[in-house]
């Protein structure tokens, strides 16, 4: 029997202190005028310790981040006596997974304050000028669509030449998941689940190497950020377009900027708040009343309530960038936003357990092959069409990480940005069950199936 695995921290007041604890201490020691502070900050950028020092937590067992209620039971979590009588009275408790600290805090920043974050970053959007940054981000993001179809059946080939266990069986059908997952979203994958008829055992070993590789390169993309300048002029990209974007929202602060009193605060919070019930509202209205009346829309994530949510915020934050609200940007929106988007970061570091790799190390090999070619062929085409990191990365995210994260990278390289990951990201949605259910019958064939 395995020694039980008793958490440090259960509470979830105690460990969201600990995540703000953290950020704070990251943005105090990057504006600090120690000599070996600079030193270290000019080579690991701010956003990825935001990202990997919350990932520790997870990583030494100091906060769980889930766990079936069976280990509970059994005496292999001590998960504390609140989550212990929740496994007791759960009526599958051997089925039953216990939403942990971690995941609690990640499901509250991405239903609440990702939404809110959305409308304060769009809410200041320019749309003739995002148009101006041409159709270089689509060509990329498309990109990153085709790296990921042709990159599973590509990295299934290799193993099974190098390793052929690895990928025997319905490897194949699980490796469909992540295809959904890394090209839309959830829905997405949800639906690959359902369409090849994944197994629970491979869907749970997929969903490892789905977060892990995933967050790993999340990581490249912020550490590439840090760097975008330095990589464009290397490169010859033109950033004329992103840079004018940025001096015109620069020009816009400086126009309309003053110090927020409690008015401008509250206005910013009910307005971002306001915005996220009404997108809860929606959802919790049309995505039950389109899978009970048109199921088949599934497939085109419609049946998703998170799907909807970001679309009910984002399209809120658009109209209200033709109103008078637009002014709010000048007593601070967009930090408001950022504000909420750093915690997101954090939460999103408690996925990350690194510790998880030695389990079934050859998933990770066929995942990291996978990426790996995702990867190349974005920096190929970028190379080639001399695009900036920023079209990169974003088109890259918005694959991959969808509308929860690439706003993140976007935001890392300006705040003004943020609007087009999250643009990117819902066309993510859109083309993800097409694409994944693509790539799912190439694998098919090169599975031998």
């Excluded at 049946?303 to 399209?315: A, C, E, H, I, R």
């Excluded at 790996?372 to 080639?384: D, Q, S, T």
């Excluded at 859109?430 to 019958?441: F, K, S």
């Amino acid at each position: 029997m395995n020694e039980p695995i008793t958490y440090l921290i259960t509470n979830n007041a105690v460990v969201f202190g600990l995540l703000t604890l953290m950020l704070g201490g990251v943005f105090y020691t990057y504006n600090s005028k120690n000599i070996y502070c600079r030193r270290f900050c000019k080579v690991v950028p701010a956003v990825l310790m935001c990202y990997f020092l919350p990932s520790l937590l997870n990583t030494f067992h100091v906060v769980p981040y889930n766990f079936p209620c069976a280990d509970v039971l059994s005496g292999l979590v001590d998960g504390g006596q609140a989550v212990l009588a929740q496994c007791q009275a759960a009526a599958n408790p051997e089925d039953t997974k216990i939403a942990s600290s971690g995941r609690q805090l990640y499901y509250v920043a991405t239903r609440f304050l990702l939404p809110a974050c959305l409308v304060l970053l769009t809410l200041s959007i320019d749309f003739k000028k995002i148009k101006a940054l041409g159709p270089k981000a689509l060509i990329l993001f498309l990109t990153g669509t085709l790296g990921i179809v042709i990159g599973g059946p590509v990295a299934l080939l290799i193993v099974s030449w190098i390793n052929p266990e690895v990928v025997a069986g319905d490897v194949w059908r699980g490796m469909t998941t992540v295809a959904g997952s890394w090209i839309g979203g959830g829905a997405n994958q949800a639906a690959m689940k359902e369409v090849y008829d994944v197994s629970g055992e491979i869907f749970s070993s997929m969903i490892a190497v789905d977060v892990i590789i995933a967050n790993i390169w999340m990581a490249v993309l912020l550490f590439m950020a840090g760097r975008a300048k330095d990589i464009d002029e290397k490169s010859g990209a033109d950033v004329s377009a992103i840079e004018d974007l940025k001096q015109r929202v620069e020009h816009f602060h400086k126009k309309h900027a003053r110090i927020p009193d409690l008015n401008d605060l509250m206005t910013m919070v009910a307005i971002a708040f306001g915005a996220t019930a009404l997108g809860h509202l929606t959802a919790d209205f049309l995505a039950p009343y389109i899978e009970t009346n048109f199921p088949e829309l599934g497939r085109y994530s419609l049946t998703s309530k998170f799907f909807w949510l970001v679309v009910t915020t984002t399209t809120i934050g658009i109209l209200l960038s033709f109103t008078r609200a637009k002014k709010l940007e000048g007593a601070g929106a967009s930090k408001l936003g950022s504000v909420f988007i750093y915690l997101l970061i954090a939460c999103i570091g408690l996925h990350m357990d690194v510790t998880s790799i030695v389990e079934r190390p050859w998933l990770f090999v066929v995942g990291g092959i996978w990426m790996c070619i995702h990867a190349g062929l974005m920096l190929i085409v970028a190379k080639m069409i001399k695009a900036p990191v920023f079209y990169m990365a974003v088109g890259s995210q918005a694959n991959v990480g969808g509308a929860a994260s690439a706003p993140v990278v976007a935001s890392a390289f300006h705040p003004s940005l943020a609007p087009v990951g999250v643009l990117l990201a819902v066309l993510g949605y859109a083309l993800g069950t097409y694409a994944a259910w693509l790539c799912g019958q190439i694998l098919m064939v090169a599975a031998g199936a």
